[in-house]
């Protein structure tokens, strides 16, 4: 075991527990240290006094550097904006994404659902608008339906 100081970009200085030096530069190299504090991947190595775990003096657990969360992808035009607002650009960007890749039935979304449920229509994903009671009746029936709450002004 041996530990290194470690220093992320925004300056905070953590250990890092290693297998061997080869084992720090592999988990670097796969983006696997993040900072325990910000969570940031930008870390390097600072110098520090050298210690080696023996083994027998000091029983600290090892502990292993964090590895990134796989959450959604931060852009740099998220850096140090409040999480609702990450939240909201992240879902913002989910629905671009989902209105491009979907087709807009419109009213037709509950017989058009179940058609490619059926198998009767092409597979494809489609969207559109269901009344509650009809949003219902799919699920029950066990087809694959979601209901997203679209902002007003999204839906063309
Ligand atoms: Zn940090």
Redesign the pocket.
């Known amino acids: 075991m041996i530990v290194f100081d470690l220093l ?1 970009a ?1 300056g ?1 200085r953590f250990e890092g527990w290693f297998g061997s030096t080869k084992d720090f530069a592999s988990q670097k190299e796969r983006h696997l240290l993040a ?1 325990p ?2 969570g ?1 991947a930008k870390v390097k190595r600072v110098p520090s006094a050298t210690r080696a775990n023996l083994g027998a003096v000091e029983p600290k657990p090892a502990q292993a550097p964090k590895a990134a969360p796989e959450a959604p992808a931060k852009t740099p035009d998220m850096e140090g904006k409040d999480p609702f607002a990450i939240a909201q650009m992240l879902y913002s960007r989910m629905l671009d994404d989902l209105l491009t890749k979907t087709e807009d039935v419109g009213k037709d979304f509950p017989a058009e659902a179940r058609r490619i449920y059926y198998k009767e229509s092409p597979e494809r994903a489609i969207r559109g608008q269901a009344t509650q009671q009809e949003h219902d009746d799919l699920v029950d029936e066990g087809v694959p339906v979601a209901r997203l709450p679209l902002p007003s002004g999204r839906l063309n």
């Open positions: 992320c925004a905070h900072c504090t910000c940031s």
